[in-house]
């Protein structure tokens, strides 16, 4: 089977349809000030997500835990690879702190992948969601949490602590993993999932669309992840970090995020948010009233 080469390439221009604001305005600048005060990271930034400015403008962020290093070196990413620093034990604080101070309603919390840690940073994650839900009882949350490399206690403990979502993307297609996700592994995750859903959470996942999939492999993913007991689907465009990153191989048109949404809807997903500049944290206010 022929991988797709992750090479060093010349950025293709975006179409008029991924053309999106400058961040702005005095919201913006507030919630910019108090990521800033509380020294947090958020994958907003780390991971140059094209809708910073309307989430931020809107008073909300997606925070990202766990420091600002991973330790996977997945071609698609934005996020700093190598050795991460110690975590800090008082983030959880900090980052509930913050999330009032917002008066955020619904809080998006993601992180790194820590896989030097025993338990794959289980407890800080555990500690995060009860330290929100303390200080702001009626913030929904969804947390968007990494592979644990089959640590099964630690996913438990990961999402134990009362949150309404809980997420774990795919990325792309299986054929695609080893230029993409080259140390995690597709039916790893779909295990995961299942593991969530039979834990009664509600279960959410992403892929990423252009790296070079077709549209049986695209099919043939939602099948899976609809048979590992998935309800929520994010679709969005790929877009290339860096010229050091994976290449963009195809701009997929609205229409196309249009069909790949109904289809979704068809094979079972209750719920599908599918669009050019759809990432996995976008909207994610409307999907904690998705039936579990």
């Known amino acids: 089977m022929i991988e797709l080469p992750v090479i060093p390439s010349q950025r293709k221009k975006r179409p008029d349809w991924l053309r999106v604001k400058l961040p ?46 991973c330790t996977r070196s997945c071609s698609f990413c934005a996020v700093a690879t190598g050795r991460p620093p110690e975590y800090d034990t008082e983030e959880p604080q900090r980052v509930a702190e913050a999330i009032r101070l917002m008066g955020v309603k619904h809080a998006v919390i993601t992180s790194v992948n820590r896989d030097e840690l025993k338990d794959r940073g289980a407890e800080i994650w555990y500690q995060t969601v009860r330290q929100v ?112 990153h994976h290449e963009v191989i195809e701009w997929i048109t609205p229409e196309m995020f249009d069909m790949y949404r109904e289809e979704g809807l068809r094979r079972g997903l209750k719920y599908v948010e599918s669009g050019p500049l759809v990432r996995s944290s976008y909207h994610a206010e409307r999907h904690v009233n998705v039936p579990i």
């Not at 809107?58 to 925070?63: E, S, V």
């Not at 790893?188 to 999939?213: F, H, N, V, W």
């Open 24 to 69: 702005a305005g005095p919201d913006f600048l507030r919630v910019r000030q108090l990521v800033d005060t509380y020294k947090l990271h958020t994958i907003c930034e780390s991971g140059s997500c094209p809708n910073m400015g309307e989430c931020w403008g809107a008073g909300t962020a997606t925070f990202m835990i766990l420091g600002n290093v």
């Open 133 to 244: 839900k303390e200080q702001s009882p009626s913030t929904t949350i969804e947390t968007l949490i990494p592979d644990v490399k089959n640590n099964w206690d630690a996913l438990f403990r990961m999402i134990e602590g009362g949150q309404e979502v809980v997420s774990h993307n795919i990325e792309t297609v299986e054929r695609l993993y080893r230029g993409v996700r080259p140390q995690a592994k597709y039916e790893r995750s779909l295990e995961q999932i299942r593991r969530t859903k039979e834990a009664r959470q509600r279960t959410k996942s992403g892929i990423m669309l252009g790296l070079g999939e077709t549209k049986d492999e695209m099919f043939k993913a939602m099948d899976d992840m609809v048979a590992h007991g998935l309800d929520i689907l994010t679709l969005g465009q790929y877009l290339q970090p860096t010229k050091m």
